[in-house]
C-alpha cells in the first residue's frame, strides 16, 4: 500500500503516522495559566532534540473533532514554563486518566491522582510520583498550521533534572534497565522498556566500520546471515586475517564431515558464525567464515 497524504482525512494521516512513528516516548508536561491554575497532561509528540543546549520539543495539536487548542498550549503562551515529567509503567494508567478533555482550569493533579512538589526554577510543579523530572523554559512555541491536527512545537530548554536515586548505580550512572521508560504507539498501544526487550549494539565512534559492500561475496549473498548478522560483520574496521591459532572444536567437526561437500560446508559454516553472533561472538564468527 502506498499512501498520498494529501488525499487522506486529518484522523486518517493521524492514525497511519501514530502506528508507524512508534514508539514515542511520553512527556508529562505541568503548565500554568496567567492566573496560577495547573494544568498536567501526556504528549507523545515528544523527543530531545539537543544536547547544548539542551532542547526537548513536544507538540500539542489543534484538535481533530473541532480544531480547538489545548489547554496546555494556552498555558505556555502565557507562562512559558513546562515541568516535563517522564513517565514510566507504573504510572501509566493515571496518565491516561490525566489525558481526558476535562474543562479548562481543572487540575488534573487532582483528578488523576499524582502529588504535586515544587520546581525550584519554574512556577508549575512536577509530579512527585514520577522518577524523572526535568524543569524547562519555553523557549519559543511554533505553530505548525492552522487546520485540524495542526502541531505546535513547544520548544523547551531543560534547566534542571531530577533522578531518582533508584535508577543510579554505585558511580551515579542511570542504569537504563532500571526506568521503565512506556511509550505510546498508534491507536491504545503501548510499549514498556524493560529488561526483557532491551538490547545493546555496538557502535565504534572512532574507527568506521569496513561496509557490507566490503564483504567476501559468499557473506554478502547467503541464505543464512541475516541482514543484521551482515551488519555486525561489516561493522570491523578491517577484514580479519586467517587466525592460524585459532581453535575451535565445532569448527574443526563441520571441516571434519563436510569436507567432501563444500555447499554444505559453506551452509554449515554460516549457520555456525549465525549463533557466534547471536553470542556477541564477532571475532570468532569472522574466523568461521574465513575458513572458506
Ligand atoms: C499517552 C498520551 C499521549 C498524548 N500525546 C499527545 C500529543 O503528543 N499531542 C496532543 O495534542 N495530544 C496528545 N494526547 C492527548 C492529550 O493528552 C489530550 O488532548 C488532553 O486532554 C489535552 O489536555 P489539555 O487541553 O489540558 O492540554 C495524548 C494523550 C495520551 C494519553
Known sequence: MTLDLAGLKPAEKQYYLQHVIAPRPICFASTIDKEGKVNLTPFSFFNL???????????????IRDNTTKHTLENVLEVPEVAINIVTF????????????????????????????????????M??????????????????????????????????????????????KIDQRKINHVARLGADWYCVVNENNLFEVEKPNTQIGVGIDALPLSVRHSKILSGNDLGQLANVYEIPAVDPSFDDV????IIQYYSINPTDMEKELHSYAKKLLEERKIKEAWQVLLTI
Do not use: W, Y
Not at 250 to 253: G, I, K, P, T, V
Open 90 to 125: 507504573d504510572m501509566v494508567q493515571q496518565v491516561s486518566l490525566a489525558s481526558c478533555e476535562f474543562p479548562k482550569g481543572v487540575n488534573e493533579f487532582i483528578k488523576a491522582g499524582f502529588t504535586p512538589q515544587p520546581s525550584t526554577l519554574i512556577r508549575p510543579p
Open 250 to 253: 565445532n569448527l574443526r567437526q
Open 49 to 63: 532534540f539537543s544536547s547544548n543546549p539542551p532542547i526537548v520539543i513536544f507538540s500539542p495539536a489543534r484538535r
Open 127 to 172: 509530579v512527585k510520583e514520577s522518577k524523572v523530572k526535568l524543569e524547562c523554559r519555553v523557549n519559543e512555541v511554533k505553530s505548525l498550521g492552522n487546520d485540524p491536527g495542526s502541531g505546535n512545537l513547544v520548544i523547551c530548554e531543560v534547566l534542571k533534572m531530577h533522578i531518582d536515586e533508584s535508577l543510579l548505580d554505585a558511580d551515579k
